[in-house]
Nanobody
Framework: QVQLVESGGGLVQAGGSLRLSCAVS????????MGWFRQAPGKEREFVAA????????YAADSVKGRFTISRNNARNTVYLQMNNLKLEDTAVYYC??????????????????WGQGTQVTVSS
């Protein structure tokens, strides 16, 4: 069974930064494509960023491009989301997710096979 555990969320002022981490159990992490999604109150879950199994390809939603960076360390079974210049509208629960081969479209939540429990990010003015 694959388990994902997010950490690093919290309360931050607008313009500040946070780094989320997602630790993944299992010996085949290096074969997983990974994604970050978020869900704000009253809204649907939305794609934030994704990274290929080898880290060579990354993708980000237009709303976070230039501010958020996804990365991974396959030796540590961990994926990261560096969030800079945070805005009020970034407030949400952030989830990491794993897509096992064969891979699907990275921006669809249905493409992912395993999910973490989520970590709250709150941006204040």
């Amino acid at each position: 069974q694959v388990q994902l555990v997010e950490s690093g969320g919290g309360l931050v002022q607008a313009g500040g930064s946070l780094r989320l981490s997602c630790a993944v159990s299992g010996r085949t992490f290096s074969s997983y494509a990974m994604g970050w999604f978020r869900q704000a109150p009253g809204k649907e879950r939305e794609f934030v960023a994704a990274i290929s199994w080898n880290g060579r390809s990354t993708y980000a939603a237009d709303s976070v491009k230039g501010r958020f960076t996804i990365s991974r360390n396959n030796a540590r079974n961990t994926v990261y989301l560096q969030m800079n210049n945070l805005k009020l509208e970034d407030t949400a629960v952030y989830y990491c997710a794993a897509d096992v081969p064969p891979y699907s479209e990275y921006y669809y939540s249905n493409a992912y096979d395993y999910w973490g429990q989520g970590t709250q990010v709150t941006v204040s003015s």
